[in-house]
């Protein structure tokens, strides 16, 4: 097959792997782009997102001892919030919208921004953004979570210092017309702040101290905040672990790996070295429901009608792939 776009230097990617047929092809990974030369410029340690992100882990760990103290109908809430956060997140910031690996009709696009909002993890358009600087510039200066720069940086050091200058110039350059067009990611952003506070903080808080009686501090420590530092790490392991640990059965020139204990906590976004490799699949692994309630509820909203043009890899595409660049640990399910 034909060699294509950013890909002419490395004879080893074909037009299938990239899914050169796409509307928006900003998340393939750039062959040509070489680091920069020179010394990292000093590092800018932002205090206050030190400060906040130690206060939502004691008051995480704090959450877990107040566990045995909660009722049922308590935990059961915020082991829906997580699951909701978490889709907004895989389903709606990096599937749909980073990648744009399936269609959604309005109902669900506002339904995804609104669990994305509960999720707290940026903006849909900064997420994105970010996100496709992570897989065009994977692993050099402008990615916003260089997995090279460590598991600390890549994992939580990231958001707590200034970017790196390499992250904006090359991340202004990227296509981003998709996410100006869409009315409910703008409409997020342009209200972000109060929605967060509605949806990330007040309403985990309020539904179980108000409908059956909880405590006001178990209902704050457990579906709040605990629920919050728990999906803001297992989102964060996909950087960092699951850039370090793990095989890399479809091409082992790249670090992302296929990390199984990832992908259960992160509901199916442990696959990385597959995702990498062919980041436009809406399953984000090759296995498709295994392991991966996000591709479950992706397949149940098409279903409904409310999702459409799921976008996969062919299994031949797949299989060329894997010998040509994979370590050899492929296995077929
Ligand atoms: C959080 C995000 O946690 C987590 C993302 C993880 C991604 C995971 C991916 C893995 C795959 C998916 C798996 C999902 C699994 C889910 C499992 C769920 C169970 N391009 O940022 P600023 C420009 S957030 C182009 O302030 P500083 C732009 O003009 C947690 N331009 O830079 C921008 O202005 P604007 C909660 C860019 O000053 C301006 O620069 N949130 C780009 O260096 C300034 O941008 C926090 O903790 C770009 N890429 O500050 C907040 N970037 O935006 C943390 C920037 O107006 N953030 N520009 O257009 C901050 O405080 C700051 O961003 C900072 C850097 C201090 C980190
Ligand atoms: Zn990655
Ligand atoms: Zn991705």
């Not at 995804?112 to 999720?119: E, F, G, K, P």
């Not at 496709?132 to 890549?154: L, Q």
């Not at 392991?237 to 204990?261: C, F, T, W």
Request: glycine share 6%; proline share 5%.
């Amino acid at each position: 097959s034909q060699t294509v776009g950013t890909c002419v230097e490395n004879p080893t990617i074909n037009a299938e792997d990239i899914g050169a047929d796409r509307e928006m092809m900003d998340d393939v990974f750039d062959t040509t782009y070489r680091e920069k030369k020179g010394p990292r410029p000093p590092m800018k340690i932002v205090w206050r997102n030190v400060i906040l992100m130690s206060l939502l882990h004691m008051s995480a760990v704090y959450g877990v001892i107040l566990i045995p103290l909660a009722k049922p109908a308590t935990l059961v809430w915020a082991v829906l919030c997580f699951m909701l956060s978490a889709l907004g997140v895989t389903a709606g910031a990096h599937r749909l919208w980073s990648h744009r690996s399936y269609k959604a009709r309005l109902p669900l696009r506002m339904l995804l921004a609104v669990s994305n909002t509960m999720a707290f993890q940026n903006d849909i358009y900064e997420w994105a953004r970010d996100h496709r600087a992570h897989h065009k510039y994977s692993e050099t200066n402008a990615d916003p979570h260089n997995a090279m720069r460590g598991f600390f940086f890549a994992h939580i050091g990231w958001l707590l210092m200034r970017k790196h200058p390499d992250v904006i110039e090359k991340g202004k350059k990227l296509d981003l017309s998709d996410l100006h067009a869409d009315t409910v990611v703008m409409f997020q952003r342009r209200h972000y702040k109060k929605l967060i506070l509605l949806m990330c903080f007040v309403v985990p808080t309020v539904v179980p101290w108000y409908f059956w009686g909880e405590s006001f501090y178990i209902s704050l420590y457990v579906p709040c905040l605990l629920r919050y530092a728990l999906v803001l790490n297992a989102t964060w392991l996909v950087n960092s672990a699951a850039h370090m640990y793990g095989n890399r059965p479809y091409d082992k020139n790249i670090n992302p790996r296929e990390n199984k204990l990832v992908a259960i906590g992160a509901i199916g976004e442990g696959f990385h070295n597959y995702h990498h490799t062919f980041p436009y699949d809406y399953s984000s692994s090759e296995f498709g429901i295994k392991y991966n309630l996000t591709t479950c509820f992706i397949d149940l909203m098409c279903y409904l009608g409310l999702a459409s043009d799921r976008k996969r890899v062919s299994k031949d595409t797949i299989k060329a792939r894997q010998q040509r660049t994979g370590d050899g640990s492929h296995r077929s399910g």
